[in-house]
């Protein structure tokens, strides 16, 4: 699936819109960015990219599975559902007061661990699969 579709900006795709913040960062957010959004393809191939909210990167596969915000003190990917979403290894570490939402915070030098992110990206995708109207 093509992921440069949804809500393009100045002529530029959200995949180069996400590309264009990632170099601007230009410092240890931008490479945690870069190494999130790898895992999120790798995770779920058919999420398409799309950029909202004046700028921040969001990834859907029949409907939200996750933002990518930045901050100068943590790169913040938040979990539109992920109050509902299994999290064995205990990822959420932010936004755990509400009844739907689930963030990680990663700070610098956090490491991330791959298989259990894309175990949680690939259970968003599959709740939001489950909820789709067919």
């Given at each position: 699936?093509?992921?440069?579709q ?13 590309d264009?913040r ?8 931008g ?5 999130l ?21 969001v ?31 205990k ?9 739907t939402?689930r ?7 956090d ?24």
């Amino acid at each position: 699936m093509d992921m440069q579709q949804g809500g393009a900006q100045d002529g530029k795709s959200p995949s180069e819109l996400i590309d264009g913040r990632i170099k601007e960062l230009g410092d240890w957010r931008g490479e945690t960015l870069a190494q999130l959004r790898a895992l999120i393809r790798q995770a779920a191939p058919e999420a398409v990219e799309t950029w909202k909210w004046r700028g921040v990167p969001v990834w859907e596969d029949a409907g939200m599975i996750c933002t990518g915000e930045t901050y100068k003190a943590v790169v913040k990917l938040t979990f539109a559902r992920g109050a509902a979403l299994p999290d064995p290894e205990k990822l959420f570490n932010s936004s755990l007061e509400g009844n739907t939402r689930r963030a990680i915070d990663f700070k610098q030098g956090d490491k991330i661990d791959a298989d259990a992110l894309k175990a949680l990206v690939r259970e968003a995708v599959a709740l939001n699969r489950s909820k789709v109207k067919r």
